[in-house]
T-cell receptor, first 113, second 115 residues
Framework: AQSVSQHNHHVILSEAASLELGCNYS??????LFWYVQYPGQHLQLLLK??????LVKGIKGFEAEFIKSKFSFNLRKPSVQWSDTAEYFC???????????FGSGTKLNVKP | DSGVTQTPKHLITATGQRVTLRCSPR?????VYWYQQSLDQGLQFLIQ???????AKGNILERFSAQQFPDLHSELNLSSLELGDSALYFC??????????????FGPGTRLTVL
């Protein structure tokens, strides 16, 4: 079965620390990759997406992610987090041949001011 | 604001009851997706409709059903409700129906509480 793994369930950082959230998927074919963010009490919002081309993708609010095909990974990074980045982050994958969104279990990020 | 609207925002009901959740996609989007988000199961894809027809099915229970109407809004019907159905139900929409180059926009969700 297809799966998306986010190994960090809860991350606590201080402001200005660097962030890297891991995402691995199990599908071997062509995929579209996404990172969504869910701020407390709000709906999911798209941070960034990868369809094709440059594997280093830049998103909103200073976030970026790198697609490493050989590692089936799409890790999210931010050089310096802010208190306002406190949220839950979801990695999602659509395998071309399955036409279904597979979400990871989410990573809760808590940034201390 | 994603442009996807969902009603109601909150719903409290009793076990055994039936409820209907409504979703209006962004203008121009033909696909509607339904998701369930619960503490123990995370975000689970339930079902997708594209231009009125069922396109993909996920972990949707037989007690649940959905449809998409000619004006493209969608309804998710949950029946014989159980305590475990308490969750946040999200709707998302996209322009395309297939997987390639697809991007989904999420609504604010309906929080269902079953007592």
């Amino acid at each position: 079965a297809q799966s998306v793994s986010q190994h960090n369930h809860h991350v606590i950082l201080s402001e200005a620390a660097s962030l890297e959230l891991g995402c691995n998927y199990s599908y071997g074919g062509t995929v579209n990759l996404f990172w969504y963010v869910q701020y407390p009490g709000q709906h999911l919002q798209l941070l960034l997406k990868y369809f094709s081309g440059d594997p280093l993708v830049k998103g909103i609010k200073g976030f970026e992610a790198e697609f490493i095909k050989s590692k089936f990974s799409f890790n999210l990074r931010k050089p310096s987090v802010q208190w306002s980045d406190t949220a839950e982050y979801f990695c999602a994958v659509i395998p071309y041949n399955f036409n279904k969104f597979y979400f990871g279990s989410g990573t809760k990020l808590n940034v201390k001011p | 604001d994603s442009g996807v609207t969902q009603t109601p925002k909150h719903l409290i009901t009793a076990t055994g009851q039936r409820v209907t959740l409504r979703c209006s996609p962004r203008s121009g989007d033909l696909s509607v997706y339904w998701y369930q988000q619960s503490l123990d199961q995370g975000l689970q894809f339930l079902i997708q409709y594209y231009n009125g027809e069922e396109r993909a099915k996920g972990n949707i229970l037989e007690r649940f059903s959905a449809q998409q109407f000619p004006d493209l809004h969608s309804e998710l019907n949950l029946s014989s409700l159980e305590l475990g159905d308490s969750a946040l139900y999200f709707c998302a929409s996209s322009v395309l129906g297939g997987a390639a180059y697809n991007e989904q926009f999420f609504g604010p969700g309906t929080r269902l509480t079953v007592l």
